[in-house]
């Protein structure tokens, strides 16, 4: 499945569906500290830090890639529940691993520390956990 990451700077009106439908499928936890998935979309559109997955012309999964200037920030990656298990998140990861690396700085997952998702995905893509 060919997943093609990219920044999400002027969505189309099928973008700002998808990208809802991405993040309505997320647990409450994921989303903080925004009130709602409409307010995170807005943030990283408004600050530029939303990528996105996207296959068939369809946003499949999306994530905030905040470019600090001591490090690079991966935060807020879901999935859309239909398509998880078929490497969108990870080919996420893995480009903004990529983008991080071009720019000469260390890629971080944020996420609240708490959480055994966020733990789990740290450890296996060998990422230093940020708690948010």
């Known amino acids: 499945m060919p997943v093609f990451v990219e920044a999400v700077t002027e969505p ?10 991405i ?7 994921l989303l903080t500290p925004y009130a709602d998935a409409a307010a995170l979309i807005e943030a990283g559109l408004a600050n530029r830090s939303l990528i996105a997955g996207r296959f068939n ?3 499949l999964g999306a994530a905030l890639l905040q470019r600090g ?15 998880r298990r078929r490497g969108v998140g990870a ?3 893995e480009e903004s691993r990529r983008l991080a690396s071009e720019a000469g700085q260390d890629l971080r997952l944020a996420a609240p520390a708490e959480q055994l998702e966020a733990q789990a995905l ?4 060998h990422l230093p956990l940020d708690p948010i």
């Open 69 to 83: 200037s001591s490090n690079w920030r991966l935060s807020h990656l879901c999935v859309r529940k239909l398509t």
């Open 122 to 125: 740290a450890a296996r893509a």
């Open 57 to 59: 012309d369809r946003l």
């Open 12 to 21: 189309s009106p099928q973008d700002r569906i998808d990208l809802a439908k």
């Open 91 to 93: 080919r996420i990861l």
């Open 23 to 29: 993040f309505a499928d997320a647990p409450a936890w």
